[in-house]
């Protein structure tokens, strides 16, 4: 399987100039991309290849207004109109959304870096048109690289690549462990363990009043600068947005950090299988009054981590419908409770039995995992 590795990038000045024209000029082929396929299928046309629309760019670049695309490496451009037209074909085949433009303010900050191009010393790494860059930590070397990539996380750059790793055999237990994620915590699990809500905890709402107290700080000096229909951006509201990105990216890195945590911890018990259930996010996310907690909680991120961490371990993972009633059904008799409420946190039968919710949820995906072997 491949596992990624990422490395922070220690650039000089010159350095990060460089960096940034990659980004944009990478944001910009993506744009181009995207806007030849809307123009193209308006008037009726088929789909452009990948390949044609690369031949047009390299007659594009002959011209005297492009001859900026020269500052960079044209591996950077190729793989920019490939992402594009991979989004594009992915909509039409309903497996995402529509592919959006790439912003300078709101997109993420990165390109790609071509294989054969990248080289690495110790504690160096060779970007193509960049030149060697320190790194906090060696890369391994003597590997191939997969998909390249250099991003900005708006404080500090990285690289990652995919490198192929042989799965582990490890000896594994008989058990095995449904675990039912919620909003009250993110995870439990039919063994008994627990997992908090990192978002309720103190370091967490700290980060978060003061993110608040900012972005109200930046909207009233938007309201004092305003000159008839637009708002003129100060040094000081430049300031002040780079705090709220910071901080911004203090609490995605808490939550993904306790996600690894977790997730790390119920595979180290070493189950033969793990079960879950097939969430609907975007239909929870339509809930107004749990939309913010739901998407705090990252079940997507927390999903996807237990698949690769279960993968490389050879552990079996499996996903039960997402219509399977496991907080309505008792786990010791199979009687379903059909009027039960989501505010009801305790699980009472007329077997007598009185469980957790959300414990016994998870002992009947595990149950429902032993049926299914």
Known sequence: MILAKKVRLRPTKAQEQKLWKSVGTARWAYNWTLNKQQENYKQGGKFISNGDLRKELTVL???????WLYNVSNNITKQAVKDACDAYKKFFKAQTKFPKFKSRRNSKASFYNDTEKLKVKKNLVLIEKVGWIKTSEQLPTDVKYKNPRISFDKKYWYISVGIETEIEQVEFTNSMIGIDVGIKKLAVCST??????????????????????????????????????????????????????????RLANIRTNHIHQTTNAIVKTKPSKVVMEDLNVNGMMKNRHLSKAVANQTFYEFIRQMKYKCQKYGIEFAQVDRFYPSSKTCSSCGEVKKDLNLSDRTYSCDCGLKIDRDLNAAINLSNFGKLAV
């Open 61 to 67: 670049k002959q011209t005297e207004e492009f001859k």
């Open 192 to 249: 008994g363990q627990n997992f908090k809500n990192i978002n309720k905890t103190k370091e967490v709402k700290k980060t978060e009043k003061r993110l608040r107290r900012l972005q109200r700080s930046v909207s009233r000096k938007y309201e004092m600068n305003e000159e008839g229909n637009r708002f003129v951006k100060t040094s000081n509201i430049i300031k002040l947005e780079k705090k709220a990105q910071r901080l911004h990216r």
